[in-house]
DNA sequence: ACGTTTTGAGGTGTCGACAATTAATGAAAA
DNA sequence: TTTTCATTAATTGTCGACACCTCAAAACGT
């Protein structure tokens, strides 16, 4: 009977794994943002008890992703434009400089794993229209990788600890699809380039400008949300 | 005799608290780093029960200053010169780009006291011959009213709550003081006249070299020590 | 004497329960 | 009908206890 028990990594507690559960709710919207956190009724839904529960809270508040206040209890964070705006601003100024380290530290097999993504992207954006999947999550799997050459582990996990995650979050909530993706692929190619010839201060200017680029289509799209709103 | 009693605020909780005690004990070295950390004993030396330790510890491990393993216990973290060095790269750029949303957001009134503060660490410097205050934390008041000036709360959170406490950290356990009080000072009165002429691109530039050269000297240091260990 | 197993102590992970605080309900007064 | 206050219900903050895991020393066999 011991095939009926459900597959768990030991090297991740219990805590751990609903703080994962937790955040992929919420990063999806399953969990709405705003939206009251109920401890007993969370604990209950999940089958854990509430002081496991309140550890995955403590470093989910820790990340942002839900706030809280003594005696009131925890809720989803609610992301406003103008926190969206702060956060592509700190991405721009990290990922920049992730960049630049990038091309002093990935190895050769890095940069042509990463040209080889690069293509599995183009022919993913030629069979569907470029929707689903390149704009979701491929985006992410390029910049992660970016980010795993500049060999800067604090920046690594800021970035997909922190900062990633709200904007998937961001994503999800307003599905709104990774921007332009024929102009972000031959952005991300030039990106490469640079990388490949191993020059940093270029691989630096282009992330920023990319990234930046980026933060304008979603601040034209505040805009036009705030003159909807009045 | 209300004299006595404990000031408390009640609008933090007590696992709070006892997180914030816990992070400056940490930075301030009164728990060397890489000492393993026993919950029955640190609960009962604080009066508190494991539970609420519990949480505060998560806090800590979302922040860096604490590493657990999974049935193995937490320890306080270990800073080598690498990582230490990740950590100012970062500073650099976001220090950098806070600097220059500074230069765009502070009003008048704060850049006169940005200036007045500078004023005050002149006057320590010379009276106590560049020690102690300004050195330790004088450094850090300049940083975050700049930070508080960039009015990007996120950016603010990053390096406040995260590095800004790796970085106080290192300088206690290795008793380095801030760098070369006169020079240092000198940089943010440059920084300061930059900000007042609302040049945020100069005001960036100026913060990111004034960071590298903290950087510089501490590989420097780092390759002192490491040419001392062979 | 050396390597292996076992057993025990200490520590971590998880749970359920109580105390304190906040929210909800309803009764009384304006 | 609305407001206010009091009482009750629900939720949060905190605690102590138990099960499992890890590590080390003792016991055992070779």
């Keep these: 009977m011991k095939s009926m028990r459900v597959e768990i990594d030991s090297s991740l507690s219990l805590s751990d794994r609903i ?4 955040q992929t709710a919420i990063v999806k ?12 009724e969370l604990a209950k839904s999940y089958g854990i008890s509430r002081g496991t529960l309140r550890e995955a809270l403590s470093r989910l508040e820790e990340r942002y992703l839900v706030v809280r206040s003594p005696n009131l209890g925890a809720r989803v964070v609610t992301l406003s434009y103008e926190e969206l705006v702060d956060i ?34 183009e022919r993913n954006i030629e069979e569907n229209q470029g929707l689903s999947y390149y704009q979701q999550e491929g985006e992410f ?7 795993q050459g500049s060999r800067n ?8 600890g922190g900062l990633y995650q709200l904007m998937r979050m961001y994503r999800y909530q307003f599905s709104i699809s990774g921007p332009r993706p024929y102009q972000a692929l ?7 380039e640079a990388i490949e010839e191993r020059d940093a201060e270029l691989a630096d200017l282009l992330m920023r400008r990319h990234i930046r680029a980026a933060r304008k289509n979603i601040d034209e799209r505040r805009s036009i949300s705030t003159f909807e709103k009045g």
């Design 19 to 22: 703080f994962e559960q937790l």
């Design 88 to 121: 592509y601003q700190i991405r721009e100024a990290l990922g920049g400089m992730a960049c630049g380290l990038a091309a002093e530290h990935m190895t050769a097999a890095e940069i042509a794993d990463l040209k080889r993504l690069l293509d599995e992207h």
């Design 153 to 160: 582990s604090k920046v690594t996990g800021i970035l997909k």
């Design 141 to 147: 799997d390029f910049h992660y990788r970016i980010l």
């Design 29 to 40: 919207g399953e969990m709405p943002s705003g939206s009251k956190i109920s401890e007993p």
């Design 186 to 192: 031959k952005e991300h190619r030039r990106i490469v």
